[in-house]
């Protein structure tokens, strides 16, 4: 079965630094990977996803993550943060065959942008 | 387009009481999906169907938590009876046949079991 790790659980970061929150799959084949975001009370939206192609993925609002096999991550980057990023981030892994076929997600990460 | 819509926001039970949960998807999104999201956790997948079928319901504490899709479009969720650890909220999602990697989630339903 696949599953996601999101290493820390908060990341704070000045408005206009990098964002870097990480995240490591495990999947016994290659997978799919997401990185969805949720603001307060509202549903997950999709940032980003990675199936086949291009291991450099561009998402919405500035994201981009990219996909690296050997290290069996997939972060998600913003070159210079805003105020309303804020928010919380989940990374998530689908199969693609059987019981791997769902998506399974992190624990997630919330991000906090300082001023 | 119009969302994932659910149906009631917010919902407040005693423990052993029962609680229902109404989602309409996206219009045409052959697939619906139930998670659940218990606080600083992801949300867990409960139960999906392709349109009036389960395809998993796996992790559904089938005891306690029925789902049902009778004509293939909205969906009701049930809990009877509810627990404290039934506190979450519950996501509706959808995706369609063709784009079935993205999933649309709804705003949720937060229940909270006193």
């Known amino acids: 079965a696949q599953s996601v790790t999101q290493l820390g659980s908060h990341v704070s970061v000045s408005e206009g630094a990098l964002v870097l929150l990480r995240c490591n799959y495990s999947?016994?084949?290659?997978?799919?990977l997401f990185w969805y975001v949720q603001y307060p009370n509202q549903g997950l939206q999709l940032l980003l996803k990675y199936t086949t192609g291009a291991t450099l993925v561009k998402g919405i609002n500035g994201f981009e993550a990219e996909f690296k096999k050997s290290e069996t991550s997939f972060h998600l980057t913003k070159p210079s943060a805003h105020m309303s990023d804020a928010a919380e981030y989940f990374c998530?892994?689908?199969?693609?065959?059987?019981?791997?076929?769902?998506?399974?997600f992190g624990t997630g990460t919330q991000l906090k942008v300082e001023l | 387009e119009a969302g994932v819509a659910q149906s009631p926001r917010y919902k407040i039970i005693e423990k052993r009481q029962s609680v229902a949960f109404w989602c309409n998807p996206i219009?045409?999104?052959?697939?619906l999906y139930w998670y659940q999201q218990i606080l600083g956790q992801g949300p867990k997948l409960l139960i999906q169907?392709?349109?009036?079928?389960?395809?998993?319901d796996s992790q559904l504490p089938k005891d306690r938590f029925s789902a049902e899709r009778l004509k293939g479009v909205d969906s009701t969720l049930k809990i009877q009876p509810a627990k404290l650890e039934d506190s979450a909220v519950y996501l509706c999602a959808s995706s369609s046949l063709t784009g079935a990697n993205v999933l649309t989630f709804g705003a949720g339903s937060r229940l909270t079991v006193l």
């Open positions: 169907f392709q349109n009036n079928g389960v395809v998993d």
């Open positions: 998530a892994v689908k199969g693609l065959t059987g019981g791997g076929n769902k998506l399974t």
């Open positions: 219009s045409g999104h052959a697939t």
């Open positions: 999947s016994s084949v290659p997978p799919y």
